[in-house]
T-cell receptor
Framework: DTAVSQTPKYLVTQMGNDKSIKCEQNLGHDTMYWYKQDSKKFLKIMFS???????INETVPNRFSPKSPDKAHLNLHINSLELGDSAVYFC????????????FGPGTRLTVT | RKEVEQDPGPFNVPEGATVAFNCTYSNSASQSFFWYRQDCRKEPKLLMSVYSSGNEDGRFTAQLNRASQYISLLIRDSKLSDSATYLCVVNIVLVNRDDKIIFGKGTRLHILP
């Protein structure tokens, strides 16, 4: 069983489109995250939810909107996609907020053309 | 000074050798520290947490030096399978008790046969 799963694994779309990435964890964790890893391999946190409550909201364009319907799911919706949004997006979960290890999903490789 | 800094490498090391690399952090409010490894085109995976007293897991040893604000990772008897990028992660507890999670840009390690 995959602990943290993301769909889709690959996403190719045109500028201006709206797309969503889904994430699910079956570890019973309370906290989930979205990260962006750009072409320079720099991994940067975007959002974090703890028990469906937004707790980290880094400086990210408001075209990006996370949604957590329950603590096992954290989805990422992106409006009006731009070329600079091309990256790998990783979802992760941890038992709780703070000093805990994180478990990452396999990533979604987004290419905006 | 960047919040978390790592030597990007690459470190090219013959199989069987010992290799060590450091990660420096600038915020003295940093409380938790981790090493992750990331293989090419894969997700990051926790290698080990870093405790104040230092900790060892098989061939891997992690150390924390709070006075000089760095953590280190030592790999003994290196294997070809150790080739990866090693990411340093620092968790900072802010004044308002929110968490700030920062990943270093990673150190690339190539073990040579």
């Amino acid at each position: 069983d995959t602990a943290v799963s993301q769909t889709p694994k690959y996403l190719v779309t045109q500028m201006g489109n709206d797309k969503s990435i889904k994430c699910e964890q079956n570890l019973g964790h309370d906290t989930m995250y979205w990260y962006k890893q750009d072409s320079k391999k720099f991994l940067k946190i975007m959002f974090s939810y703890n028990n469906k409550e937004l707790i980290i909201n880094e400086t990210v364009p408001n075209r990006f909107s996370p949604k957590s319907p329950d603590k096992a799911h954290l989805n990422l919706h992106i409006n009006s996609l731009e070329l600079g949004d091309s990256a790998v997006y990783f979802c992760a979960s941890s038992p709780d907020r703070g000093a805990y290890e994180q478990y990452f999903g396999p990533g979604t490789r987004l290419t905006v053309t | 000074r960047k919040e978390v800094e790592q030597d990007p490498g690459p470190f090219n090391v013959p199989e069987g050798a010992t290799v060590a690399f450091n990660c420096t952090y600038s915020n003295s409010a940093s409380q938790s520290f981790f090493w992750y490894r990331q293989d090419c085109r894969k997700e990051p995976k926790l290698l080990m947490s870093v405790y104040s007293s230092g900790n060892e897991d098989g061939r891997f040893t992690a150390q924390l030096n709070r006075a000089s604000q760095y953590i280190s990772l030592l790999i003994r008897d290196s294997k070809l399978s150790d080739s990866a990028t090693y990411l340093c992660v620092v968790n900072i507890v802010l004044v308002n008790r929110d968490d700030k999670i920062i990943f270093g840009k990673g150190t690339r390690l190539h073990i040579l046969p």
